[in-house]
């Protein structure tokens, strides 16, 4: 949720607080002045006119929170999703030919999604593109990275796949 809309909602609960306590301090002070005989003199009015400062002083903390929220606290970028890396060969290092690496239909099926996505893309996301297992893209990945045509990277839960 945007840092914003938590500040109008802070303001939107401080108006309903405030809504309360003028009506329960209505409440009060005509039950304080039907009970009490003593006039101003009363205890209670004194125990009427605490509680209103408390409660006044909660309502505006509130107020201030929430138009802090909304003026003055920045807005933080939220990465939905984690920045694909994109494969920077090293000075003389040449990237590898589709022909020469000797892959399986399955591998290139891989290889070719790879290539097609700028070389990278989550383990996860290959295993709904290929509709093959979770263990099947495994162990293909698995043979894949042992003859150096990919490198994975664990990212939360799940992996990047990077061709090499």
Do not use: W
């Not at 802090?68 to 939220?78: L, Y």
């Amino acid at each position: 949720m945007k840092n914003k809309h938590v500040g109008y909602t802070i303001i939107g609960i401080a108006a309903i607080v405030i809504f309360i306590i003028i009506s329960y301090d209505k409440a009060l002070v005509d039950i304080v002045n039907t009970s009490c005989s003593h006039g101003t003199a009363c205890p209670m009015n004194a125990i009427i006119d605490t509680q209103r400062i408390i409660s006044i002083a909660i309502a505006a903390l509130l107020l201030v929170g929430g138009l802090a929220m909304i003026f003055f606290v920045k807005e933080k970028e939220v990465v939905k999703e984690i920045v694909r890396e994109k494969v920077e060969y090293k000075e003389g290092k040449k990237p590898k030919k589709k022909e020469d690496l000797k892959l399986d239909k399955e591998e290139e099926r891989i290889y070719d999604l790879l290539v097609a996505k700028e070389n990278s893309m989550y383990q996860s996301d290959l295993v709904k593109e290929t509709k093959l297992t979770k263990v099947k893209i495994t162990r293909i990945l698995d043979k894949m990275e042992a003859k150096k045509i990919i490198k994975r990277q664990r990212r939360g839960m799940t992996n990047i796949v990077f061709l090499d």
